[in-house]
Antibody
Framework: EVQMVESGGGLVQPGGSLRLSCAASGFTFSSYEMNWVRQAPGKRLEWVSYISSSGSTIYYADSMKGRFTISRDNAKNSLYLQMNSLRAEDTAVYYC??????????WGQGTLVTVSS | EIVLTQSPGTLSLSPGERATLSCRASQSLSSSYLTWYQQKPGQAPRLLIYGASSRATGIPDRFSGSGSGTDFTLTISRLEPEDFAVYYCQQYGGSPPRTFGQGTKVEIK
């Protein structure tokens, strides 16, 4: 069974940092492109970042460039999102999502990040 | 950046009725790049339709997708109680960002 479990969310002050993790199981992690998608309370889904299966190609949404860093460890079947200089508007549930074709076919349950003083 | 606009914002229907949801893109995109997801409260999104018209594994055939160019449609032929949820379209253009529509909520009338 495909499973992805996010962790690392929590309460952080504006300007602070957090590192999210996504532990994958039930599939060959190293063969899949991966993404982070977030959803602010009551808002639409927002794509955050993409990483290719090898980690050689990375994309970010404009509002995250320079602040967020996506990475992966295929030996540990894990995806990461390092978030720095956090702002109140980064408050959201963050999901990791497996990419297949041009869609996201499996999602984790999400981890909540709250940026507040 | 391709902007997706979904309509209506909310659809109030009864079980057994037909639901028609629209997703309009700000510029033409390949049908291969249009996806629909379902999201229930407190849950992660679930893949419903990819490539504009192909059902994902395990999705009942009452769900169908259609469209091309800038206009795409998700149809639920007969609403079941478990279908009341929010539906999002997403585009996967050649370049990021991979944008989502604002969602259509299908609620019980």
């Amino acid at each position: 069974e495909v499973q992805m479990v996010e962790s690392g969310g929590g309460l952080v002050q504006p300007g602070g940092s957090l590192r999210l993790s996504c532990a994958a199981s039930g599939f060959t992690f190293s063969s899949y492109e991966m993404n982070w998608v977030r959803q602010a309370p009551g808002k639409r889904l927002e794509w955050v970042s993409y990483i290719s299966s090898s980690g050689s190609t990375i994309y970010y949404a404009d509002s995250m460039k320079g602040r967020f860093t996506i990475s992966r460890d295929n030996a540990k079947n894990s995806l990461y999102l390092q978030m720095n200089s956090l702002r109140a508007e980064d408050t959201a549930v963050y999901y990791c999502a497996r990419e297949r074709g041009y869609s996201y076919d499996s999602w984790g349950q999400g981890t909540l990040v709250t940026v507040s003083s | 950046e391709i902007v997706l606009t979904q309509s209506p914002g909310t659809l109030s229907l009864s079980p057994g009725e037909r639901a028609t949801l629209s997703c309009r893109a700000s510029q033409s995109l390949s049908s291969s790049y249009l996806t629909w997801y379902q999201q229930k409260p407190g849950q992660a999104p679930r893949l419903l339709i990819y490539g504009a018209s192909s059902r994902a594994t395990g999705i009942p055939d009452r769900f169908s997708g259609s469209g091309s160019g800038t206009d795409f449609t998700l149809t639920i032929s007969r609403l079941e109680p478990e279908d009341f949820a929010v539906y999002y379209c997403q585009q996967y253009g050649g370049s990021p960002p991979r944008t989502f529509g604002q969602g259509t909520k299908v609620e019980i009338k």
